[in-house]
C-alpha cells in the first residue's frame, strides 16, 4: 500500500510559479511511476505529467508542456510539479498518483493522494 499526500496548492496570479510536492508513505515510491492529473470543477480529470521511476523520463499534456516540470527525489520518497508562468485555466485540484507503468489515462494509477487546490487568478 502507497499512501499519498500531496502539499503546496494556493491562489497565485496569473504568471506566477507554485511547486507541488507529493510525499508517500508506506512502500518505497522507487519501484513506481509517478504521475500528476488535475481537475477542474465540472471537468473530467485529465493527464498533466508522468516522471518513469528512475525520473529519466518524464511527459508532458501539450498544455502544459515548457511550463511545468515533474521532479522526483527516490530518497525523499517525494515528487514535485514545478509550475510556471501559470494561468487561469490551470485552476484546479492537483492529484499525483503511482503506477507500476507510465500512463496518460487514470484508471492505469493504483494509488492517489487527496488532491491539493490550485487557484489561478487573471
Known amino acids: 500500500q502507497v499512501h499519498l499526500v500531496e502539499s503546496g496548492g494556493g491562489l497565485v496570479q496569473a504568471g506566477g510559479s507554485l511547486r507541488l510536492s507529493c510525499a508517500a508513505s508506506g512502500r518505497t515510491l522507487r519501484n513506481y511511476a509517478m504521475a500528476w492529473f488535475r481537475q477542474a470543477p465540472g471537468k473530467e480529470r485529465e493527464f498533466v505529467a508522468y516522471?518513469?521511476?528512475?525520473?529519466?523520463?518524464?511527459y508532458y499534456a501539450d498544455s502544459v508542456k515548457g511550463r511545468f516540470t515533474i521532479s522526483r527525489d527516490n530518497a525523499k520518497n517525494t515528487v514535485y510539479l514545478q509550475m510556471n508562468s501559470l494561468k487561469p485555466e490551470d485552476t484546479a485540484v492537483y492529484y499525483c498518483?503511482?503506477?507500476?507503468?507510465?500512463?496518460?489515462?487514470?484508471?492505469?494509477?493504483?494509488?492517489w493522494g487527496q488532491g491539493t487546490q490550485v487557484t489561478v487568478s487573471s
Open positions: 498518483a503511482a503506477s507500476g507503468g507510465t500512463y496518460v489515462v487514470s484508471r492505469m494509477y493504483d494509488y
Open positions: 516522471i518513469t521511476w528512475s525520473g529519466d523520463n518524464t
